[in-house]
């Protein structure tokens, strides 16, 4: 069981003019699910890569239970790295191929048998034992891959994109796998995505990454409902929060953001926040999300000063739902509607916005000034 | 004992002459190992860097004398090969090498075409592949650490193929492989076949060379790289072939690539013969069109030019495979446009960047 403390890591790569990952901190918890997420090139694989041993960390303390591990091997770190394109032995039975690495330590018989067969039923797979590779099913074969991990009983999982080869019904199953296997098996694992679906659906934290630096490190749930800066709420969620440039202007006694074609009287409750903020009469962004723009006459008429006459643009059909491509102005977003509305392309539609939900950034520094109103708890994805 | 001396003395009685061991004289340079030389009235045979062996009062056939040296050659290859292993040293010698030699030697042009022994790999079931699994033993530089890893890519590549040729050099640490043609069609893959136009084999090497990377970086916990030769139809080709594996190696340490097969990547190639200059000019001709310098080209232009090769030009699904929406994709192909004067909508332009894209790491890395 083990916590994994990175402090102050930097890696710069020889040869590169500027660090890779730069000032990485975070406190993993003994049975914790992280998940490092990020556009491709943000540095996930690198700082893995540092946790693991593969890569030398140029500055900083890497902390593995009490250990500082930063000079010991990665053999002698006591974590399993679990790698995509492991595929299984074509000629081995799976017993063989979850004994094989084991085998090669030079584990005893004795012992390689209990561990083989405690993973195998861990992952519901011990009816399979005998079995070649060829007479699984793809989920199958991912539990064995995964059972060579397992099987080697390590403090720490690591894992880099491990679905990413995988179709995409096959994918949604193994991550719904890797979760239950993480209740069952009650260790610390890492987990690597540039997928911020993944991320969000199976981290018990998720570490936004950017360019090498932690944006923001917290539960999916905070991560989505107040996102601090725009990186991060443009990044998680699909479609992408829509950004709107504007400002925040005082009119009376009330505080309205204005942008071309659009005025929204934001929410009394809201104006401490406002104030402090400094963000009065200064440029700002507006972020909503594709959820939080209404179309039904409920809303509308009960918020009458939310209202967005927008045209409509694009009709997405997803099934259970619909997107709408509008545009007010020459502002244009998404919104997420319920599919049974029916929507053609050039008329106009009424949206109505979901001021409690909205974020404001600062259009500068791009940081949240923190007006969203803390998350409740909600079904997420 | 020395390994020679049984052979030699069996073969100067058939003969009834005389011999002695002497120092190889400074003052007869650029005879190679086994050549020989008249000095003084006399035949020398070099034997090696420092000695040869003199025969006072043998006047005989040049053919004779070829015959005695080719089997005193054959010996020491064997010799070699007990402790030396010819084939790692002929790679470890390509690792000196640059881009240029490499290039030379395996377009045959480099006058190495002698043929050489390579040991027990010349009785190895031709045409064939070598494979080396190269990897940095970090923090346990210790020996014995570095055979156990090679024990374990060993044990991975008879998992894997059942059996096979190898040959360790600690010195990389590189384990090399050799796969029979006829080998590579046994081998089973775990999962479907890829549906693949061209040759089977070659989608299998890639397939082979990744999964190889993968094992043994998760059995051995090394960072393990794995490269493939061109294919060596015979052992007289066996050193263009340990060239194209160390060409293959510098293109794939380049992009930080795990693994490669020659062949895979012409386009890197073409990139790769270039320098510093070819550079400059590079940079100057994408720079002309709007006269704004690279620097100054919007951010993620390389990702933008890669998504959008990679999606056959189509805006749309390059933009899902960025995670961003049609639209910014389509506002951020306008603004590399207007900076750069290329529309990576249009082919010619989209080849040009992506050769320009793929072009820059190297730079970076050299400067
Ligand atoms: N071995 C290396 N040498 C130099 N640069 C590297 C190396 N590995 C990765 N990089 C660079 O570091 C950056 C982060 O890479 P990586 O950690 O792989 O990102 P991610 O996993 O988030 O996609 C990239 O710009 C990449 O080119
Ligand atoms: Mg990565």
């Known amino acids: 069981m083990a916590r994994v403390l990175l402090e102050h890591i930097y890696k710069t790569y020889s040869g590169a003019s500027e660090p890779t990952v730069k000032d990485f901190n975070l406190d993993i918890q003994d049975k914790e699910f992280v998940v490092f997420v990020g556009p491709s090139g943000c540095g996930k694989t690198t700082t893995l890569r540092m946790i693991a041993g593969l890569e030398d960390i140029t500055d900083g303390n890497l902390y593995i239970g009490e250990r500082r591990v930063n000079d010991v091997a990665p053999k002698d770190r006591d974590i399993a790295m679990v790698f995509q394109n492991y595929a299984l032995y074509p000629h081995m039975s799976v017993y063989q191929n979850m004994a094989f690495g084991l085998k090669l330590r030079k584990v005893p018989k004795a012992e390689i048998d209990k561990r083989v067969q405690e993973a195998a039923k861990i992952l519901d797979i011990a009816h399979l034992l005998d079995r070649k590779p060829k007479a699984l099913s793809g989920g199958q074969r991912q539990r064995v891959a995964l059972g060579r991990a397992i099987v080697r009983e390590p403090q720490v999982f690591l894992m880099d994109e491990p679905l990413s080869n995988l179709d995409a019904k096959l994918r949604v199953q193994m991550r719904a796998e890797i979760r239950k296997l993480h209740q069952r098996l009650q260790t610390t694992m890492i987990y690597v995505t540039h997928d911020q679906t993944e991320a969000m659906t199976m981290g018990d934290r998720i570490c936004v990454m950017r360019d090498g630096i932690i944006q923001q490190a917290d539960t999916p749930q905070v991560v989505y409902s107040q996102p601090k800066n725009m990186f991060v709420a443009g990044f998680i969620g699909s479609p992408a929060m829509n950004f709107i440039r504007g400002e925040i202007v005082a009119d009376g006694d009330a505080f309205y953001f204005r942008a071309p074609a659009i005025s929204l009287r934001l929410p009394e409750g809201r104006y401490g926040v406002l104030k402090s903020s400094g963000v009065i009469g200064k440029p700002v962004v507006l972020g909503v999300r594709p959820e939080d723009l209404h179309d039904e006459e409920v809303f509308m008429t009960t918020y009458p000063d939310t209202v967005l006459q927008s045209q409509v643009e694009v009709v997405e059909h997803m099934g259970s739902e619909l997107y709408l491509h509008c545009s007010v102005g020459e502002n244009t977003f998404i919104a997420r509607v319920n599919p049974r509305h029916m929507y053609h392309v050039g008329s106009s539609v009424k949206l109505a916005v979901d001021l409690n939900k909205i974020h404001i950034f600062d259009a500068e520094t791009e940081v949240s000034i923190g007006f969203a109103a803390p998350a409740k708890q909600e079904a997420l994805v | ?367």
């Not at chain 2, 510098?250 to 890197?268: I, S, W």
């Not at chain 2, 899902?320 to 306008?334: D, F, G, K, M, P």
Request: glycine share 8%; aromatic share 10%.
């Open chain 2, 1 to 367: 004992m020395d390994w020679w001396r049984d052979a030699l003395e069996h073969w100067t009685k058939a003969f009834g002459i005389e011999w002695m061991l002497v120092e190889w004289p400074n003052s007869v340079p650029d005879v190679p190992r086994f050549g020989w030389c008249n000095r003084d009235e006399a035949w020398l045979l070099r034997l090696d860097e420092g000695r040869a062996i003199r025969f006072p009062n043998w006047d005989t056939s040049e053919q004779v004398r070829c015959a005695l040296a080719w089997t005193l050659r054959q010996l020491a290859h064997e010799q070699r090969f007990s402790g030396g292993r010819p084939v790692g040293q002929a790679y470890a010698g390509c690792r000196d090498m640059t881009f240029a030699e490499l290039t030379a030697v395996v377009a045959g042009v480099d006058g190495h075409g002698e043929p050489r022994d390579w040991g027990t790999l010349a009785q190895k079931k031709f045409p064939g592949y070598l494979i080396a699994i190269e990897w940095t033993a970090k923090h346990a530089n210790s020996e014995r650490q570095v055979a156990e890893d090679a024990d374990i890519a060993r044990h991975v590549i008879e998992a894997m193929f059942g059996h096979g040729w190898t040959e360790f050099d600690a010195n990389g640490p590189c384990l090399l492989v050799f796969l029979a043609q006829d080998d590579l069609a046994g081998i089973e893959r775990d999962g479907d076949e890829p549906a693949c136009v061209g040759d089977q084999s070659f989608s299998k090497l890639l397939a082979i060379a990744e999964q190889l990377a993968a094992a043994v970086r998760a059995e051995a916990f090394v960072d393990a790289k794995v490269w493939v030769s061109m294919p060596i139809v015979s052992p007289h080709m066996v050193f263009s072939a340990l060239a194209s594996l160390q060409l293959t190696a510098r293109m794939g340490d380049r992009y930080n690539r795990t693994h490669g097969v020659f062949g895979e990547d012409p386009a890197l190639y073409l990139l790769s013969i270039g320098g510093s200059a070819q550079w400059k000019v590079l940079q100057a001709m994408l720079t002309a069109r709007a006269a704004q310098p690279l620097r100054d080209w919007p951010d993620g232009w390389r990702e933008l030019t890669e998504a959008m090769i990679k999606a056959n030009l189509n805006a749309s699904e390059a933009a899902r495979s960025l995670y961003v929406h049609r639209n910014t994709l389509l506002a951020r192909i306008e603004r590399l446009y207007e900076s750069s004067g290329f529309d990576v909508r249009r082919g010619e332009d989209a080849i040009a960047l992506y050769l320009a894209a793929r072009f820059m790491p190297q730079q970076v890395a050299s400067t």
